[in-house]
Antibody, heavy 116, light 107 residues
């Protein structure tokens, strides 16, 4: 079936790096724009980044610009989020999502905790 | 950036009640507005796209309306399984911002 499965979350110290992965299955991954959305504990949803279906266009939220990088690997049907210089305020559940008009398919989320 | 102002932030209603949540955009977004439902510990689920287009499999008691800057999301007869937080989101241009959410509970 159509699904997205995130991995790579964990506990990391401030200033360190982490790479999240989102493996897609059940659909043609290379034909959809893909996004990362995060949700801090007991907070709302925050859009983080997008990559076009071909991977050539990317945009990041101002809150992560210069620190996070979205990418995708067509051969592995996988979306990535490279997170550098992590801050305490980056603590959140990170979701990947497929875009049609809306975000119609979401992963289950992976928790990132930034703490000393 | 376009700001999305959602209200109320929380709502308590009885089973069978009609419930309405509003969402206001800071700029005209035509009908580029989605509604999501999020239950505790779960990923958001798309309910409505293009302001009023009900996704396949979503119960018909859910509906959306509006265009431009003012939008509404309605549950015509609240059911116990509708307890969740609801979010609006625009997709007119990046960043695709979300409203702050409405937590819906049963009285």
């Amino acid at each position: 079936q159509v699904q997205l499965v995130e991995s790579g979350g964990g506990v990391v110290q401030p200033g360190k790096s982490l790479r999240l992965s989102c493996e897609a299955s059940g659909f043609t991954f290379s034909t959809y724009p893909m996004h990362w959305v995060r949700q801090a504990p007991s907070k709302g949803l925050e859009w983080v980044a997008v990559t076009s279906y071909g991977g050539t266009y990317k945009q990041h939220a101002d809150s992560v610009k210069g620190r996070f990088t979205i990418s995708r690997d067509r051969s592995r049907n996988t979306l990535y989020l490279q997170m550098n210089s992590l801050r305490v305020e980056d603590t959140a559940v990170y979701y990947c999502a497929r875009q049609t008009k809306a975000f119609d398919i979401w992963g289950q989320g992976t928790m990132v905790t930034v703490s000393s | 950036d376009i700001q999305m102002t959602q209200s109320p932030s929380s709502l308590s209603a009885s089973v069978g009640d009609r419930v309405t949540i509003t969402c206001q955009a800071s700029h005209d977004i035509s009908n580029y507005l989605n509604w999501y439902q999020q239950k505790p510990g779960k990923a958001p689920k798309l309910l409505i796209s293009d302001a009023s287009n009900l996704e396949t499999g979503v119960p018909s008691r859910f509906s959306g309306s509006g265009s431009g800057t003012d939008f509404a999301f309605t549950i015509s007869s609240l059911q116990p399984e509708d307890v969740a937080t609801y979010y609006c989101q625009h997709y007119d241009n990046l960043p695709y911002t979300f409203g702050q959410g409405t937590k819906l509970q049963i009285k």
